[in-house]
């Protein structure tokens, strides 16, 4: 694509960065076949090629966004099927997050929208808050009709359609692990959004690392990834995040070493690998980060190199789901279905697998409508493998399917816990 900054705008080193992106894309239109918006709605302008557009001609003439570029800017998923497809290498994701900055610092949206963005921005990535918001939207699920009757505040219906109808159990951490030397020695993200969702995740996933002789260190002071602000164009307050586990996770590194930091959420890995690119013009931390990126690993990804036993069959199907930020952010397609199937689960594939269940982040309540397209397309192709269970790697994707389907929904690590000695997860029991 031929573009026309000026030497003033690429002194600027976000807009340089998005001139070149621009330049590698040559309108072959691979990317629409993959895109979930433009796969449901049809409009070119909710394609990647079509935000494409509307992007590199917001950034050359140096405007402020207007309704019609934010329009389908918010309507992407930032899934990043179009970087699995794009034959020229587009690098779509650092693209789509510079034009949400541009959004975020040129634009005012209207109150019933800013006033939810802020109320999010304030809320999920604060556990503490988080609970207490959960308990809230329990007391007022039935004002959700109501609420979805009045387009500004559908956002609000959706998140109260969302809020699991009991609260998750807290779990206590298991007891550390044997000494076991070269073992190996992780860290395990604990979040903001899962652990208050689902702590059974992280206790399954400490459980089999245990069991393992993997030493979990237990840092103080880790919050937030800083995903979910980034993905909404909040990047100061994304930064500010990322900045404060780099310093925790170093102290880490510098005390005992660390083989790597695991992520049970594969939103969060996505966001974590990305540390590097993020602060790579901040002196003080550009090195850190790039260290900390290098560091970071898919709990699947970091299973996959211990080696585990191959165990007998089981009689248990499993239709895997591949979390858009595990498949297409983190090119990890196999090894999670490979961890699988050696623990002895029968593992298939739903058909359109590429495409987006709808969760990403907050768009499933900032998009309630688009998402709830994909939420039913996605469940129906789950349902038609016949799972008696159905596994993923990321807690929005198990949160937004669980809310579709009366198949159970289980992270990837629940089920290999089980199989090697851990217990039946909560919601196989049943």
């Known amino acids: 694509m031929q573009t026309s900054f000026t030497p003033e705008q690429l002194a600027d080193p976000h807009v340089a960065e998005s001139e070149k992106i621009l330049r590698r894309c040559v309108h072959c239109g691979f990317c629409t076949a993959t895109c979930p918006t433009y796969v449901t709605l049809g409009n070119e302008l909710d394609s990647p090629r079509g935000r494409i557009y509307l992007i590199k001609d917001m950034l050359e003439n140096d405007r402020p966004a207007d309704r019609e570029v934010v329009t389908h800017i918010d309507r992407c998923l930032s899934c990043l099927a179009c970087t699995t497809t794009c034959p020229s290498g587009v690098d779509y994701m650092h693209l789509i997050d510079h034009a949400r900055v541009h959004i975020e610092q040129t634009y005012r949206r209207p109150l019933a929208d800013r006033m939810i963005r802020d109320l999010l921005a304030a809320i999920?990535?604060?556990?503490?808050?988080?609970?207490?918001?959960?308990?809230?939207?329990?007391?007022?699920?039935?004002?959700?009709?109501?609420?979805?009757?009045?387009?500004?505040?559908?956002?609000?219906?959706?998140?109260?359609?969302?809020?699991?109808?009991?609260?998750?159990?807290?779990?206590?951490?298991?007891?550390?692990?044997?000494?076991?030397?070269?073992?190996?020695?992780?860290?395990?993200?604990?979040?903001?959004?899962?652990?208050?969702?689902?702590?059974?995740?992280?206790?399954?996933?400490?459980?089999?690392?245990?069991?393992?002789?993997?030493?979990?260190?237990?840092?103080?002071?880790?919050?937030?990834?800083?995903?979910?602000?980034?993905?909404?164009?909040?990047?100061?307050?994304?930064?500010?995040?990322?900045?404060?586990?780099?310093?925790?996770?170093?102290?880490?590194?510098?005390?005992?070493?660390?083989?790597?930091?695991?992520?049970?959420?594969?939103?969060?890995?996505?966001?974590?690998?990305?540390?590097?690119?993020?602060?790579?013009?901040?002196?003080?931390?550009?090195?850190?980060?790039?260290?900390?990126?290098?560091?970071?690993?898919?709990i699947t990804e970091y299973l996959s190199t211990l080696d585990l036993e191959t165990l007998p069959k089981r009689d248990l199907v499993v239709a895997y789901h591949s979390a858009c930020s595990l498949q297409h952010g983190q090119k990890i397609t196999a090894l999670p279905k490979r961890l699988l199937q050696a623990a002895g689960f029968t593992v298939r594939d739903p058909a359109e697998g590429h495409l987006c269940c709808g969760s990403a982040g907050t768009y499933n309540i900032l998009q309630p409508e688009i998402s709830a397209t994909l939420k039913r397309r996605k469940v129906k192709?789950?349902?038609?493998?016949?799972?008696?269970?159905?596994?993923?790697?990321?807690?929005?994707?198990?949160?937004?399917?669980?809310?579709?389907?009366?198949?159970?929904?289980?992270?990837?690590?629940e089920l290999l816990d089980w199989a090697y000695g851990g217990p039946k997860p909560v919601k196989l029991t049943g």
């Open 124 to 298: 999920l990535p604060y556990p503490a808050r988080f609970r207490a918001a959960l308990a809230l939207a329990r007391v007022a699920r039935p004002l959700a009709p109501l609420l979805r009757r009045l387009a500004p505040l559908a956002p609000l219906a959706a998140m109260l359609d969302l809020t699991p109808r009991r609260a998750a159990k807290r779990t206590a951490r298991p007891a550390p692990a044997a000494p076991v030397p070269d073992r190996g020695r992780v860290i395990l993200l604990d979040g903001c959004a899962q652990p208050t969702l689902d702590p059974g995740i992280n206790a399954a996933s400490l459980r089999l690392l245990t069991r393992l002789g993997i030493a979990v260190a237990d840092p103080k002071g880790e919050g937030c990834c800083g995903a979910l602000v980034h993905h909404m164009g909040r990047e100061a307050q994304a930064l500010d995040f990322a900045r404060r586990n780099i310093d925790v996770w170093m102290r880490e590194v510098d005390a005992g070493g660390l083989d790597a930091i695991l992520v049970t959420a594969s939103g969060c890995g996505t966001t974590i690998k990305d540390y590097g690119h993020m602060l790579r013009l901040d002196p003080l931390y550009a090195e850190k980060a790039a260290t900390i990126s290098a560091l970071a690993k898919d």
């Open 381 to 413: 192709n789950l349902e038609a493998t016949r799972p008696d269970v159905i596994a993923a790697g990321n807690i929005g994707c198990l949160t937004q399917i669980a809310s579709g389907t009366a198949i159970p929904i289980v992270h990837t690590v």
